[in-house]
Every structure is written in structure tokens, then in C-alpha cells.
């Protein structure tokens, strides 16, 4: 991803180092941040929120890691089946280790190369094309069934 060299920490396996060509030096944590799908309270690990809340939440040496993740509060939409499970995201807010909830409200569309920033009138255009989807695929199968 453009580092000239990466590390990883040999006594917390979840921290790495990323030394780029131009000098820079950048630490992640793997473990540092969890993704809440909000509608359906489905949790895991997401590059495209890492990727955000790096850049509100860098980490410094010296680094002491919180017991608790921070928590990316999102919602995951569908405009068409061919682009898989989900093509587009909205980061709500996160909620910090201590329990501070922060706003977020950054939007973003799947494209060939990652993932682009949108804004919110599109994110709501998305999400609606989403339950058209949805519920054009419910009257397919009802239909099917009546056959």
C-alpha cells in the first residue's frame, strides 16, 4: 500500500509499523477498531473505518492500548446485487473507549479502486435505491411463488 517496509510488534501481534519511502512512520492496530453494522448489530473489522478513524484517532508512542475498541457506528446499503454484499457505507459516529459518542457523518460508495467519498444527499439516494432493490425482489418471489 505505497510502505517501503512494515513491522509488525513482537510482544502485541495486533501492532504494526509502516515506514514509507518519504520517511513517514504510521502505527496501526488491528484490534483498535470494530465496525457495528447498526440495522442489523452485526460486528466486525472494516479497512474502510480504519482507514477514517486513523486519521481522527493516530496513534503516538507511547502507545498504550484501551481494553475497549472504539466503536464505528454504521449502516451498510445495497444498490445493485452485483456489486455483493453491501456498495455503500455511512460512518454515523464512533463511540471512544470511554464511552464519548463522536459524529462522524462520512459517507462512501463502492468503486473499482476502493471506496469513494460521497455526500449525504447521494448516501440517501443510495439507501433508497437499496429498499427499491429490496422490495422489487420481495414481489419477484412472491410472484414466483404464486406461479
Known amino acids: 500500500q505505497g510502505e517501503e517496509v512494515n513491522y509488525q510488534c ?6 504494526f509499523k509502516y515506514v514509507y519511502a518519504d ?29 477514517v478513524l486513523e486519521e481522527l484517532y493516530p496513534i503516538t508512542m507511547p502507545y498504550i492500548p484501551s481494553d475497549t475498541p472504539y466503536k464505528a457506528m454504521c449502516e451498510e446499503y445495497l444498490t445493485d446485487r452485483k456489486n455483493g454484499d453491501f ?23 463502492d468503486v473499482p479502486n476502493g471506496w469513494e467519498e460521497i455526500d449525504l444527499e447521494e448516501f440517501k439516494n443510495r439507501r433508497a435505491m437499496h429498499f427499491k432493490r429490496l422490495h422489487s425482489e420481495i414481489h419477484d418471489k412472491r410472484k414466483g411463488e404464486q406461479s
Open 23 to 51: 520517511g513517514t512512520v504510521k502505527y496501526r492496530d488491528i484490534d483498535r477498531f470494530i465496525m457495528v453494522e447498526t440495522l442489523t448489530n452485526t460486528i466486525w473489522h472494516s479497512g474502510l473505518v480504519d482507514q
Open 10 to 15: 513482537k510482544r502485541m501481534s495486533s501492532l
Open 87 to 109: 456498495d455503500t457505507v455511512g460512518i454515523l459516529n464512533v463511540i471512544e473507549p470511554d464511552g464519548k459518542t463522536v459524529e462522524i457523518n462520512r459517507y462512501f460508495k
